[in-house]
């Protein structure tokens, strides 16, 4: 540092830029001085936007009508849809296929074995006293008996040909279903039941037992009498119209579950990876009681299947309730459907000189919308 102060170079190089700078902001200042002052411009304040809505979500409307209640509980009819410990046979049917059922085991094929079982007890008694040692010391060396062997040949066959033709006729109308009004898909897990309604919005139903008062903790829902017998009452049943034809697509989640339903005469079973259908038209109002029919695991007498049939308009009811849409109804107006016109009308483009516009939020309003 000695050596550059006493160097004269060094010293005139640091006055003239000196003068430099000193000359630079002589020749600024009037400049500024005499520049007219421009006001800023005001600053447009954006409106509050509300949030977008969710796809989910539908557009609330003022004037439109809240969603219905659901029609109260239907209570069970001791001795139909249930078994009540003191009936023997078959269950009082409710369909038309059952009752043909029904009346065929009640009726010729009873008649057919009452028969069978008393021809053999009597040709069983007779062969015993007529063939004793005491009437017939010297047994009889006949072995072959032309007539004989055609009779107990033909006489089975016209048995089960008659046995046959009914059932059949039974098996054909089964299995031929007319067009459905309704399509329930039946889905078994372990250890419960679920069931969905694909064509009236996506109704999803899951239906658990319901515990007995000593076994329910704290608040939990316990069994009534109203909800059904025990074991076999659940906390959200199955529902379907009355007189209608609903289609059940059976399949299951994990094992093999079987969905019975003695008093429609239906039982079939649920396969994982694989989709049965049957189908019903219960012709009376009122709950009904079954349970799944396969060993699937420690649980499986705890998945009971309860099936509520309603009227028409209390059907449409419940299914409004429980935010489907009944057949013939317009399903309500989402929130996609309603802001997908207005973010493809393209915006009115702003005046190049308007200083006064208002300012676009900053926000992807069709991206929060998906989201």
Known sequence: MAGRSSNPMFGARMKLIGWALALSVAVMTPAAATAPQVAPAPVA????????????????DPAATPKPAAPPLVVPTPGIGMPDGSSIGIQPQVTDLGE???????????????????????????????????????????????????????????????????SI??????????????????????WYWSYQYPDNGGVEIVSNLLK???????????????????MLAVDDRL?????????????????????A???????????PGRINETWVKVTRPGVYFGQCS??????????????????????????????????????????AAAVAPAAATPAAPAPANDTAAVAQPAINQAATAQN
């Not at 007995?212 to 025990?230: L, N, Q, V």
């Not at 009971?304 to 059907?315: D, K, R, S, T």
Request: charged share 15%.
């Open 100 to 166: 043909r059922a029904k009346l065929f085991h009640n009726g010729p094929l009873m008649w057919m074995c009452v028969a069978i079982s008393v021809f053999v007890l009597l040709l069983l008694g007779y062969t015993m006293f007529r063939f004793r040692r005491g009437a017939n010391p010297t047994p009889s060396r006949t072995s072959h008996h032309t007539m004989l062997e055609v009779v107990w040949t033909l006489a089975p066959v016209l048995i089960l040909v008659a046995i046959a033709i009914p």
């Open 169 to 190: 006729r039974l098996l054909a109308a089964q299995y031929s279903p007319p067009p459905a009004y309704l399509t329930v898909k039946v889905i078994g897990h372990q």
């Open 212 to 230: 007995e008062k000593k076994d329910a903790k704290g608040a939990e829902r316990f069994r009534t009498d109203i909800d059904g017998p025990p």
């Open 294 to 335: 396969e060993l699937c695991g420690a649980r499986h007498g705890y998945m009971p299947i309860v099936i509520e049939v309603l009227p028409q308009a209390q059907f449409d009811q419940w299914l409004a309730s429980k935010g489907g849409t009944p057949k013939g109804a317009k399903p309500a107006t989402t929130a």
């Open 45 to 60: 304040t954006a409106a509050p936007v509300a949030p977008a809505p969710t796809m989910g979500d539908q557009i609330a």
């Open 239 to 259: 529902v379907i119209p009355v007189n209608k034809v609903v289609k059940f697509l059976i399949t299951s989640e994990d094992v093999i579950h079987s969905f």
């Open 261 to 271: 339903m003695p008093a429609f005469w239906i039982k079939m079973d649920a396969n």
